[in-house]
């Protein structure tokens, strides 16, 4: 019988792991997508219950389950501390190892690997940023589809080879995207803002690597890495669908056994806050100039990421309600789109906004911006606005949570950031409680004014706005 394929998203589920930043990803699994936005209700949905189980291997991996019998199939991440932040001195390293997990194991190539898992009626991916490197796969229940996916999960995952021959079709491959990369004002937007952001910090690494760093990797630096990074002791394992506790047990128990042995990654150093404000400009041949503004914002552990989150929303993280859309779009037609947001990692991400101008109008636009953060720096919130958003984050909240997948994203949130297991129960009251004091208190104990960096890439530099 001819075994559909199933589908598994790659996009991460909450804002939290998401936030803006991209994950270097492979594998033929295609995204479900995120309820983002959803229209405001008066009643709100009740939040579908969790029973969280949670333990760890024998091994030392995290792991955290959720039975869920509503459809036949297993859903399982593994969730490395192994991003680009443990680089080193091989910018790259840790998002070409993702790359070429499912490029060969030690007894298949990448085809029968692909055709094993399609015979099964299973996918997986993998993919990378810069607190982590994740692994996914997707099966059918039924004991005669999951064993043998799972089987050949773990051989693959434990067990890559780094073949020359297929580091040098993936590297050729990397090659061309970092060159793609060059010709694009958005992507060297980015790489200067955090550069200059983050500085010696891990975080100023670029996942991609450079074209400088990547011709001097060596698949033996790959399974360096992997032995080191890809360790059971640093990894969590998350699984949610119509398995039993006892079966989410022996599965994990089996995989992390599979896995290096070693001890953990240690802790990332702290971020250091800007201690200035800074201009940074590249003259670049485009129409439009990119633009980046921001400082260093938060961790996924902050107690005042979720005031932040709120605030946020009505700032820049809405559609086109958000003051900075209103603003600088609808009003005044400086740009297309204009957005903000935190990126809360293991420590402190960027708080980011974001926005791209005709060059001509650089100036004008970057004035419009810094004045609505300024002004929503004083005021914060209004009880309206305030309200209305937390409406809109409730009332989409079950939603959003709808699908075995998107727990799955949530469960590993919560097991890699250290949050706690009934968070995703609790979550709208959090929600709920929050103030406009709130607000304006997280804001202004992670939003500093006077030392934001500001990031164009365009033609024609802007003079520094007072």
Do not use: C
Not at 364 to 371: C, E, I, N, Y
């Amino acid at each position: 019988m001819k075994v559909l394929s199933l589908l598994l998203g790659l996009t991460l589920t909450l804002s939290a792991l998401a936030g803006g930043e991209s994950f270097v990803t492979n594998g033929p699994i295609t995204s479900l997508g995120r309820l983002d936005s959803v229209a405001q209700i008066s009643e709100q949905p009740p939040v579908r219950p969790f029973d969280v189980r949670h333990w760890r291997t024998s091994q030392g991996s995290q792991v955290i389950f959720v039975h869920a019998g509503d459809v036949p199939m297993l859903d399982l991440r593994l969730i490395f501390n192994a991003g680009s932040a443990r680089d080193g001195q091989h910018p790259g390293l840790a998002s070409t190892t993702s790359l070429m997990l499912f490029e060969g194991s030690r007894n298949k190539s990448a085809e029968q690997i692909a055709r094993d898992f399609e015979n099964l009626g299973a996918q997986y991916s993998s993919s990378s940023a810069r607190d982590m490197a994740l692994v996914d796969l997707r099966t059918l229940s039924d004991p005669h589809y999951l064993d043998p996916a799972v089987d050949e999960f773990i051989d693959v995952v434990a067990h890559p080879a780094f073949r020359a021959a297929d580091y040098a079709r993936v590297h050729d491959q990397q090659m061309i995207g970092l060159k793609q990369q060059e010709q694009s004002p958005e992507a060297q937007a980015s790489r200067l803002f955090y550069s200059h952001l983050y500085g010696d910090h891990p975080y100023a690494t670029p996942p991609h690597g450079t074209l400088a760093s990547l011709r001097d990797l060596r698949p033996q630096d790959l399974q360096t890495f992997f032995s080191q990074e890809y360790r059971a002791a640093n990894a969590v394992i998350a699984l949610v669908g119509d398995i039993s506790e006892a079966q989410a047990h022996a599965i994990s128990e089996k995989l992390s056994a599979a896995l290096p042995q070693g001890p953990a990654a240690p802790p990332l150093p702290a971020v250091p806050a800007l201690l200035q404000a800074q201009n940074i400009h590249l003259e670049f041949p485009s129409e439009q100039t990119h633009i980046l503004m921001g400082t260093v914002g938060v961790s996924r552990q902050d107690p005042q990421y979720e005031a932040l989150r709120v605030g946020n929303n009505i700032l820049g993280g809405g559609d086109f309600s958000s003051l900075l859309m209103r603003e600088i779009r609808v009003k005044r037609g400086l740009s297309y789109s204009a957005g903000s947001y935190f990126l809360p990692m293991q420590v402190a991400g960027p708080f980011i906004v974001s926005m791209q101008t005709r060059n001509d109008q650089t100036a004008a636009a970057l004035g419009v911006a810094r004045d609505i953060l300024a002004q929503f720096l004083r005021q914060g919130p209004s009880s309206s606005e305030l309200q209305e958003t937390k409406n809109h984050i409730i009332g989409g909240y079950p939603l959003s949570l709808a699908s075995n997948y998107s727990i799955l994203g949530s469960l590993g949130v919560i097991a890699f950031y250290g949050l706690p297991y009934d968070y995703l129960e609790h979550y709208p009251q959090r929600i709920a409680a929050i103030t406009a004091d709130d607000v304006r208190h997280a804001f202004a104990a992670h939003v500093d004014l006077a030392h934001l960096l500001i990031v164009t890439v365009g033609q024609d530099a802007p003079a520094p706005h007072p």
